[in-house]
């Protein structure tokens, strides 16, 4: 398989180990699994302690423990474990979906931007790719007469992902209801990566059910790396029909094998402490929305933005001459703070911010970048719109 650069991993992970403030992060910050523990009650803490470290590093049940399929399989209507399949991260189930669901001339539809392996990956099977667009002038939304249109009796599969990498809009239920009914009007399958379930933003409208729930051409992907803040666990999963879990794991016997046993014991942990890991994410989100509403405010002059409705990131609008890969690589190099470039997504004269990171390193982050702003400024960069 002949497959394009991961383009935003590429500079990503040029910057990640020499950057103080990185807020562009995807995630919410990371627990230690002290941290994770603690979220115990304290009698059972010691007893599951003793238990992990007595564990056999044995392969585990390849397709993810049945426990853990249990609880996972809960958390949608009419689901068995059955249903489920724990996997390497979201990224994982992605992969196998596509090598399972789409076969080489295939016309598929996917969102874009996108995290890239959302249309990459199917680029290179090699399917028909039509990109369903999120524009600027439309406020990032999904424009569902637009994929009336791109449907074709020849489509195999939507993919799209909500809440979403990396404007941060999400659908509603009903929204998602009519992306399911155009799919299923030309007998397509819809995969929903949705990496950013359960992380709500204060006040805003309730987030989409997952599409799993909408019916059998609906196909769940799920991680425990952003609404848990585990992403070393690198434990995903995908919910769907029984036959399409089958012939994943099939796929799977190639690539990975089984979950990782510790990862998969933490994981269980996690789920069932979802309330207080909920409850920690959405205290670093409000932190840290406060701050960045705020800035923009403070630099209306420089930065305007339109706040996540869900999942953790946004695009700021600069109004600075400066193309956007030329600024993020400035602010990693010299103000050591690593905001996104838009050109990753397509959208020049953004950068995408993530708010999910300590909030104190956020604040410093932003603080950096107006300082980076205002030193261009000084330095005669044009304060004018690149696009
Ligand atoms: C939309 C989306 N899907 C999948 C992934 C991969 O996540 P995981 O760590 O579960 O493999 C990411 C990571 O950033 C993401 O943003």
Not at 150 to 158: A, E, Y
Not at 161 to 187: C, K, M, Q
Request: charged fraction near 20%; aromatic fraction near 8%.
């Amino acid at each position: 398989m002949k497959i394009e650069t991961f383009g935003l991993e590429r500079w990503m992970t040029r910057w990640e180990l020499h950057v103080e403030y990185d807020i562009a992060e995807s995630g919410i910050l990371p627990m230690t699994a002290r941290e994770l523990l603690n979220l115990l009650p304290q009698e059972e803490r010691e007893p599951l302690l003793a238990e992990l470290l007595d564990t056999p590093l044995g392969y585990s049940e390849a397709p993810g423990s049945l426990r853990l399929r249990t609880m996972l399989a809960e958390t949608y209507h009419d689901t068995g474990p059955q249903n489920i399949l724990v996997t390497t991260g979201a990224i994982e189930a992605n992969f196998l979906l596509f090598n399972v669901l789409i076969s080489p001339g295939d016309h598929v539809v996917a969102v874009y931007p996108a995290y890239q392996q959302l249309y990459s990956v199917p680029r290179a099977i090699p399917c028909d790719v039509s990109l369903w667009t999120l524009r600027p002038e439309n406020e990032f939304r999904y424009d569902l007469e637009e994929l009336r249109h791109l449907v074709t009796p020849r489509t195999r599969l939507v993919v799209l992902n909500t809440p979403h990498n990396p404007t941060g809009v999400a659908l509603s239920t009903e929204e998602l209801r009519e992306v399911y009914d155009i799919a299923g009007s030309v007998g397509a399958q819809v995969l929903c990566d949705e990496a950013y379930r359960w992380i709500e933003m204060p006040d805003s409208l309730p987030l989409a059910c997952p599409v799993r729930d909408l019916g059998e051409h609906g196909i769940s992907v799920g991680t425990f790396s952003k609404p848990f803040g585990l992403p070393g666990l690198r434990v995903g999963w995908i919910a769907g029909q029984e036959e399409l879990i089958a012939a994943c794991w099939a796929m799977r016997d190639y690539v990975s094998l089984s979950p990782v046993k510790l990862s998969d014991a933490l994981a269980t942990i996690a789920l069932g402490c979802r309330e207080q890991v909920t409850t920690r994410t959405q205290a670093i989100i409000r932190q840290n929305l406060a701050t960045a509403r705020l800035w923009v405010a403070n630099h209306a002059d420089v930065v305007s933005w339109q706040e996540p409705q869900g999942g953790l990131l946004s695009m700021l609008r600069y109004n600075i001459d400066i193309p956007s890969r030329e600024l993020a690589d400035r602010l990693a190099g010299e103000y050591s703070v690593m905001l996104a470039p838009g050109s990753a997504f397509g959208y020049e004269g953004y950068l995408r911010l993530g708010l999910g990171q300590e909030p104190a390193i956020f604040a410093e982050g932003l603080r950096r970048t107006a300082t980076c702003f205002a030193d261009l400024g000084a330095s005669g960069v044009q304060m004018t719109s690149v696009s």
